[in-house]
Every structure is written in structure tokens, then in C-alpha cells.
């Protein structure tokens, strides 16, 4: 039994030795290679034999060989399942704790008892979102926290500060979206807020509007129907 053991370990510590000295010839040879490739954060092994995932920047994913003679960018699919590997892998490394989310960058819209959660990320300027904004007033017993996210232009930018700065910025935001009021100019107020949602947008690869994120830390991007907004908060 005792020489089972060892032989079982040996395997073991052979298996992991070999694993390690292919991701140390990966990690020399595209370094060397492609000096403009970021660092790599970690190599670890695909379902296809000898193809190596390369993940850099935190959740840059690419592909390669045991070493690193060859480098690709996209999806990798599984045809058997239909699953998309790639997106399944990058939702994984950017999903968002709800619960962790600045909130107070965000203002709140409250309907109903409020006691399901919504978080939004939006561009004033984006003709999806106002879609959207219109289609989310079917849902009720929500608090939505809207993070302003101008992303598309500097006119986005001027909008949210001036819906930032409203008095009342859900009403501000509202009378905009749904009802084609455009935001009143505020002079000035402390609206650094909108910078850090973009530095947060960035840091969790938001880069579209909008992009809903649910109490479970799931994230859709797009302007979800009223019904499927209403399926995922239930």
C-alpha cells in the first residue's frame, strides 16, 4: 500500500514538473517573442490538447502551443455543448459583486417596495438606454442604482454633470431619458463620481450601454425587455 502511495505521488509531482516546464517555456518564448504582449498572469490548459490559454491584463484571454510558437486571438467554441469557452471564461474573471459596488457613485430610482435590486450602468446619449429607460418603467417593487456612465461623447459627459448635479437627479434623469427634457445646466458641484464609474466600467470591461447587473452578480449587457429584466430579478 505504502508503494502505491509513492508511485500514485511520483505520478503526481512528475505530471505537475512537466505542467510547469511548459508554462515556463510559454512564458520565455512570448516574452521574447512579442515584447508588446503585457505580462502574463497565468497559463493554464484548454480541453484541446496542447492548446494553452494565456491570460494577460487580468481578463485578456488568448490561445497557444506548448511553446508559444503560435498566438490566437478569439473564441474558442464547443460545438458538442454550444458554449462559447471564451465568454463563459471572461464572464467568470469579470463577474461584479453586487454588494461591493460603489453605491454612492450611483443614484437611486425606487418603485414599488423596492425590495428587488437592479444596477445600471448608462450613457445619457445612448439611443438603447433611452429604449430601455422606457421599457423599465413596466417594472415595479425594483431599486434600480444608475450609475452614469458617458461614454460615447463629450456632450455625454455634460450631460451627466448636469444630471449629477440636479437636485433631484433620478427626476433629472428621468425627465431626459423617457421624456425628452433635456437636463438643465448646473454651475458646479463635485462630480468626480462619473470618473470613477468610468475607471470601474474600464477595471470590469463594460463597454457598451447598457449594462444591467443583478443582485447575483450577474451581468447582461444590452437593452433587455421589460419580461427578461423582470425573469432575472425574480
Not at 47 to 70: H, L, M, Q, S
Request: proline share 4%; hydrophobic share 40%.
Amino acid at each position: 500500500m505504502n508503494l502505491l502511495k509513492t508511485s500514485l505521488l511520483a505520478c503526481v509531482l512528475l505530471a505537475a514538473s512537466a505542467t510547469w516546464s511548459q508554462e515556463a517555456v510559454i512564458r520565455k518564448n512570448l516574452a521574447e517573442r512579442i515584447p508588446q504582449l503585457q505580462a502574463i498572469d497565468e497559463v493554464s490548459k484548454t480541453p484541446i490538447d496542447g492548446v494553452f490559454e494565456i491570460r494577460v491584463n487580468g481578463t485578456d484571454i488568448f490561445y497557444t502551443d506548448a511553446k508559444g510558437n503560435y498566438l490566437i486571438q478569439g473564441n474558442l467554441i464547443d460545438t458538442i455543448q454550444r458554449r462559447n469557452l471564451t465568454e463563459e471564461r471572461v464572464d467568470k474573471l469579470t463577474a461584479i459583486k453586487f454588494d461591493a459596488l460603489p453605491f454612492k457613485d450611483a443614484f437611486t430610482i425606487v418603485r414599488g417596495n423596492g425590495k428587488r435590486k437592479l444596477a445600471v450602468f448608462e450613457d445619457p446619449n445612448c439611443g438603447y438606454c433611452k429604449r430601455f429607460e422606457r421599457d423599465l418603467q413596466k417594472i415595479n417593487n425594483v431599486t434600480v442604482y444608475l450609475f452614469l456612465y458617458p461614454i460615447l461623447s463629450a456632450d455625454s459627459t455634460e450631460k451627466s454633470k448636469h444630471i449629477w448635479c440636479a437636485k433631484d437627479k433620478a427626476k433629472s434623469w428621468q425627465d431626459w431619458m423617457v421624456r425628452d427634457v433635456t437636463p438643465a445646466p448646473v454651475t458646479s458641484c463635485d462630480t468626480t463620481a462619473l470618473v470613477r464609474n468610468v475607471e470601474l466600467g474600464r477595471k470590469y470591461k463594460i463597454t457598451g450601454t447598457p449594462t444591467l447587473v443583478f443582485a447575483d452578480g450577474s451581468r447582461v449587457p444590452g437593452a433587455v425587455a421589460a419580461d427578461q429584466v423582470e425573469k432575472r430579478l425574480n
